[in-house]
């Protein structure tokens, strides 16, 4: 497809996508239309048969602008098109194609010549639509502009550079977009003398500034959203027959309007910021007048009521158009803003005015040749004046050029600066050539400046640095070792699945698979957890019995916050097969109970129910069984949720009735020491006993509870019937450990019996149970730990400093390399200081040094350094590795 600015956009070509900014096109007629030779092959020669025009389409058109109906017959065309070549019993005619072709003109080509073409009227909502991209196409490059402005506003205003000291995070607790604007305009004032870099800003501009990552930020959002639905609607075929087409439109309208008028309320915000900027940039000005006649030469009058006619329209276009035309008020605003500031900036002799070709232009260090007198009094000249950033000198001297089209300014009055914003409204104006260059020139200044940029890691993942990894070894060792006590083997897995395989294990948490972009091969996600993983590999391999660990990451395209994350270790203990009763559950149970006594990370309790009982326990309450899955995931949510939070819930989105919903409130209040509770549900009377699958789960709890009572580990259960884990493989024992110290990090493991997944790979069934561990948020709870306890984290296991007094690599080489071939870990340094050799030492937590100078050279002896109890001891040279193995108990 063309670009906007091409004679010629090709629709229905295979391949081919109709852009937002070629619907600008064509609506202006920069451009015309032209049917791809692959698109006309489809359509049908038989004449055509005169239609009824949808009645949503005959409303519509009556209230468009002449651009705007172009728009919409570009839009109905490509539609009618696509839903051609994607459907050989789609019924459209070439004479309609070729009168839209033609004439840009809906109302030209009526009536359609079929019933599928009406369908597509329907269907697709053209009008609706074409709106939308003209939207999109304005909006877009405003968003680049925007940021411009503001940041030339920021110079001319002195404001302050620490209003854009937005932090960006990896746990989900910083809005992207935000902290994006926030680092753009970063980069567009860097090296401003103008601008304060330590909070010294007046307070009006500091706390006029702070907002604008934030409602820039927004902006951004709804436009991207915007656009992401615009580019769905422009592109996608229409489905015949399958829906009803009128309403099909009418959710396409819905969908659309919701994303403008969220967009509608960023304008808003934006404009009453930018109009504020402008007042601001106003104030600098010296010239009394001027600064008068600047300062009332906007108002944000025109807005008051546009907002409120936008979002209570009922009429979808007629709400498009609102939007389409507060979007264009806003042009004028940010026009203006940029004028204002111009004049502030050249009105004001203490800044040195950026000239074309000098070095303040981003990318270039070319400077005007001068004789040496000349540079020295134009040096001492600059000295006195002060610079704007680079990137805010190369946007002004390009909107200067724009607005005076390269010739000189006498002086700056109220008049030329209303030229310069008429002049500049008509730049941001995608029908200017000149748009695309100032977008592309502000996007080129932040990317030069990407290696003064921080760089970024994804929402939901983390850096560990030395100290971190080095409580992760340490707490790997000691769970991989409970493993290993227990007999299990380790077992990899690839990171990505099929799809297929992964799709339909996870009830509503299915949401939360990554799946990866099609390469045109195999349809694959990111692993989820390590157990459908683990049941695919036995379905595959025909396996009957295997007592497996694995610790490995996987991945939830989840909203991170405190303690969730988007990539994250687990820690899985499963045991496949067929054994005695609740043989493996309590193995399972009792390598959970050991790994977290070993971790030692403080109180815990590990909560208990049993599938069959809770299923039981609905169908008592009267819950119908298709529902119990989806009334699991809910009951689940007590955890985070109060009872009433979760019967709304039911009630209201999953159809559950006040009376069942209260009784199920009452049951799963439940909870206590298991054989108390297990003795309660199987009194005389109980409806648990009356319940087929209650009993055998409540006869298999007795056989578990004996069990781990015997094995001292039924103190840390509590019977809880609230516990409802949502996963649909689930069919046993179920269970999650829960931290109860003062670190809020909620669940730290969970698993289960699942006797059901690897048939549903294999269609033999492989009963299985296992245990999953929540490693990092135990790693959170260590690692306050350490800090409460404020003792140094080695992060190396280092336990002898080779120091030479010099800088004789070749005598390091031959100290360090006995340590090595003895076994002892060992480093070495070169450098003349001592004090360096120990500070790094302690720094460390080395325990012995080998200390090295030209009096031990001498005398073919080394000291011996006890950095704890800082003493040292001189022994013979060809001693000294013996001596240290001594003093570090190696044999």
Not at 208 to 237: Q, S, W
Not at 303 to 311: E, H, Y
Not at 668 to 694: A, C, W, Y
Not at 818 to 840: M, Q
Request: with cysteine.
């Amino acid at each position: 497809m063309a670009s906007a600015a091409a004679a010629t956009v090709t629709l229905g070509g295979k391949g081919a996508a109709l852009s937002p900014a070629a619907v600008y096109a064509l609506s202006s007629g920069l451009a015309s239309p032209a049917i791809d030779a692959s698109a006309q092959k489809p359509l049908s020669t038989r004449a055509p048969s005169p239609q009824e025009t949808p009645a949503s389409l005959t409303g519509a058109l009556a209230a468009l602008a002449p651009d705007e109906s172009r728009a919409a017959a570009a839009v109905l065309l490509n539609k009618l098109l696509l839903t051609a070549s994607d459907s050989a019993s789609a019924l459209v005619t070439a004479a309609t194609a070729a009168r839209l072709a033609e004439s840009l003109d809906v109302a030209a080509a009526l009536p359609l010549g079929s019933r599928d073409e009406a369908a597509v009227a329907a269907a697709s909502a053209p009008v609706s639509v074409a709106l939308a991209a003209l939207i999109d196409c304005c909006a877009a490059p405003l968003a680049r502009v925007a940021d411009a402005v503001a940041a030339l506003s920021c110079e001319a205003a002195r404001g302050d550079a620490a209003a854009f000291d937005v932090p960006a995070s990896g746990d989900g607790l910083s809005a992207k977009d935000e902290a994006d604007v926030a680092a753009d305009i970063k980069m567009l004032i860097f090296g401003s003398k103008l601008v304060s870099s330590r909070g010294g800003a007046p307070a009006p501009a500091a706390a006029m500034f702070a907002k604008v990552p934030t409602v820039n930020g927004i902006f951004r959002e709804a436009v991207r959203a915007l656009h992401a639905r615009v580019r769905i609607e422009l592109n996608a075929p229409v489905k015949l027959g399958k829906r009803d087409a009128r309403e099909t439109g009418k959710g396409k309208e819905e969908a659309l309007v919701v994303l403008a008028t969220q967009l509608a309320k960023a304008v808003q915000a934006m404009c009453k910021l930018s109009v504020a900027r402008a007042r601001l940039c106003s104030e600098s000005i010296a010239d009394a007048e001027l600064r008068e006649k600047l300062t009332g030469g906007v108002s944000i009058d025109d807005l008051k009521g546009m907002l409120d006619r936008v979002l209570i329209d009922s009429d979808a276009v007629l709400v498009l158009k609102g939007v389409y035309n507060q979007l264009l008020k806003f042009r004028d605003f940010l026009a203006w803003e940029a004028a204002v500031a111009m004049a502030a900036i050249e009105g004001d002799s203490s800044i040195e005015k950026p000239q074309a070709g000098l070095d303040n232009e981003v990318g270039s260090s070319a400077e005007k040749p001068q004789t040496g007198g000349e540079k020295a009094k134009a040096d001492k000249k600059s000295k006195k004046k002060k610079t704007l950033g680079k990137g805010t000198s190369a946007v002004l001297m390009l909107l200067r050029d724009h607005v005076t089209n390269g010739s000189a300014t006498a002086s700056v009055n109220s008049v030329l600066v209303a030229e310069w914003g008429t002049s500049l409204s008509l730049l941001f104006d995608p029908k200017c050539s000149g748009l695309e260059s100032l977008v592309e020139k502000v996007k080129e200044i932040v990317e030069s400046n990407e290696v003064r940029r921080l760089p970024k890691i994804p929402k939901g993942t983390r850096d560990f640095g030395k100290e971190q990894m080095a409580i992760r070894e340490r707490a790997f060792s000691i769970i991989t070792g409970v493993f290993k006590m227990h007999g299990a083997t380790a077992l990899d897995t690839p990171v990505f699945e099929l799809r297929e395989t992964l799709m339909g294990k996870y009830g509503e948490d299915s949401k939360l698979i990554y799946d990866l972009a099609d390469q045109g091969g195999e349809l694959c996600s990111l692993r989820y957890d390590l157990t459908v993983p683990f049941a695919r590999y036995v379905a595959m391999n025909n396996i009957s019995a295997l007592k497996r660990y694995q610790i490995a990451k996987v991945y939830r395209r989840d909203n991170p916050s405190k303690g969730r994350y988007r990539e994250f270790y687990q820690c899985d203990f499963d045991i496949a097969g067929v054994y005695e009763p609740m043989e493996p559950d309590f193995e399972v149970i009792k390598v959970l109970t050991e790994l977290l006594n070993q971790l030692d990370i403080g109180t815990y309790e590990i909560k208990l129910n049993h599938r069959k009982l809770l299923d039981g326990m609905l169908e008592i309450c009267g819950v119908p069984a298709q529902k119990f899955r989806t009334v699991c995931s809910s009951i689940d949510k007590l955890d985070k949720q109060t009872f009433e939070q979760v019967k709304k819930e039911l009630v209201d989105e999953k159809g559950i009735s006040n009376e069942t919903a209260d009784e199920i409130g009452n049951l799963v209040k439940t909870r206590g020491p298991p054989l108390d509770v297990l003795l309660e549900l199987r009194k005389e009377g109980s409806k648990f006993m009356q319940n087929e699958g209650s009993v055998v789960a409540l006869n298999e709890l007795e056989i578990l509870f004996k069990a781990l009572e015997k094995a001292n580990a039924l103190d840390r259960i509590v019977f809880d019937l609230s516990l409802a884990r949502g996963l649909d493989y689930y069919t046993g024992v179920i269970y999650e450990a829960v931290f109860k110290g003062a670190t809020q990090v909620g669940s730290i493991a969970a698993g289960g019996r699942y006797d059901n997944l690897v048939g549903m790979f294999s269609g033999k069934q492989i009963p299985a149970v296992g245990v999953s561990l929540g490693i990092e948020r135990v790693f959170a709870i260590m690692e306050q730990q350490e800090k409460e306890r404020n003792e140094m984290i080695r992060a190396t296991e280092t336990e002898v400093l080779v120091s030479i007094l010099g800088k004789d690599l070749t005598l390091a080489a031959e100290l360090v390399s006995e340590l090595w071939s003895a076994g002892i870990k060992a480093e070495f340094k070169l450098t003349t200081r001592v004090t360096n050799h120990i500070k790094y030492a302690l720094q460390s937590g080395i325990p012995w040094m080998v200390l090295v100078g030209e009096s031990e050279l001498q005398k073919g002896s080394v000291k011996l350094k006890d950095v704890k109890a800082n003493q040292e001891e001189e022994v013979d040279r060809k001693d000294f590795v013996q001596e240290l193995k001594k003093r570090l108990s190696k044999p």
